[in-house]
């Protein structure tokens, strides 16, 4: 069982408690067993999980910033695209005006 006590000094500190009780029949004759401080290791937990909240948050906004450039690429690339089909239009225009021009 892992849990949280505070000590003499007033330190908040986690411990891990180990332990199992020996039987005589029914009747509990004592308890075997250790408490570890691992506070250690719950506060680089605690950091872990800080840390990783942090990067999720800063996955998130590195998503909106590339669909928002994603959506001005597409923009751009539909009205690049439709400027080469008005050109590509306006040259046959220009090549059926000259050959009506040079027919007459």
């Known amino acids: 069982m892992e849990y949280r006590i505070i000590d003499a000094k007033g330190k908040q500190k986690f411990v891990l408690e180990m332990g199992t009780g020996t039987f005589e029949g029914k009747q509990l004759q004592f308890l075997e067993g250790f408490i570890m401080d691992i506070t250690e290791r719950k506060q680089a937990d605690e950091k872990i999980l800080r840390n990783q909240d942090h990067l999720e948050e800063l996955v998130k906004e590195r998503t ?3 669909e928002a450039k994603n959506k001005e690429l597409e923009r751009f690339n539909k009205l690049f695209v439709g400027r080469e089909f ?3 239009e306006l040259r046959d225009q220009v090549k059926e005006l000259e050959k009506r021009l040079l027919n007459k």
Request: proline share 0%; hydrophobic share 35%; net charge positive.
């Open 64 to 66: 909106k910033d590339i």
């Open 86 to 88: 008005r050109i590509k």
